[in-house]
């Protein structure tokens, strides 16, 4: 892998929860990537860490090009012509939550350092509402991530605005002293 390249590859530290953090990423040319067309990326899926740092992380894999996954990171891809079935996003938040996370962790490996096997990924057990019902609940779900995504952008904007008035005072108070002596 490179800094530069034809394919970008996930690796365990862009698995978020929910989405992919596309900072840092590196690459693999495209031959080589055709030669592992097993960790190709080219349809919405989950990708999920299964070793080290951020094991239990499932994020939804949606761009429109070709992607490729590291040696820690695996994929949850429906079946052939079983789209229309699932919502890939309502399977990701239920992961995400307590009750997915017992699922994942369920036959956990404990070792130095810990990894989910092949096997404990395939037997997470998902309840699948009708697809109407899984759009229904990844709406209000993607809403109220929104709403949170808004709230913490604006306490991050209050604690700067803060900080850079705390800074003002501060020199303000220091330039009325230097007057005084």
């Known amino acids: 892998m490179k800094p530069v390249g034809d394919i970008p590859v996930i690796r365990a530290q862009n698995v978020r929860p929910l989405n992919i953090l596309k900072t840092n990423l590196l690459y693999i040319d495209n031959s080589i990537s055709e030669l592992l ?19 239990g992380d499932v994020a939804t894999f949606d761009e429109e090009i070709r992607w490729h996954l590291a040696p820690n990171v695996a994929k949850m891809e429906p079946f052939e012509n079983c789209d229309n079935l699932i919502n890939v996003r309502f399977v990701n938040y ?16 404990a070792t130095a350092q810990p990894s989910l096997s092949m096997s404990t990924i395939r037997d997470i057990d998902l309840p699948i509402p009708p697809l109407s019902i899984q759009n229904q609940i990844v709406a209000k779900l993607d809403e109220l991530m929104k709403t949170c995504d808004d709230l913490e952008n604006s306490i991050k904007q209050s604690q700067l605005q803060n900080e850079q008035l705390l800074q003002q005072v501060l020199k303000e108070a220091l330039e009325v002293k230097e007057e005084i002596v």
């Not at 067309?37 to 094991?55: D, E, N, P, Q, Y």
């Open 94 to 109: 239920f992961l995400m939550s307590d009750l997915g996370q017992k699922e994942i962790f369920k036959h956990v490996k």
């Open 37 to 55: 067309s097993r960790c190709a990326l080219t349809k919405r899926s989950l990708l999920v860490t299964f070793i080290g740092a951020g094991i």
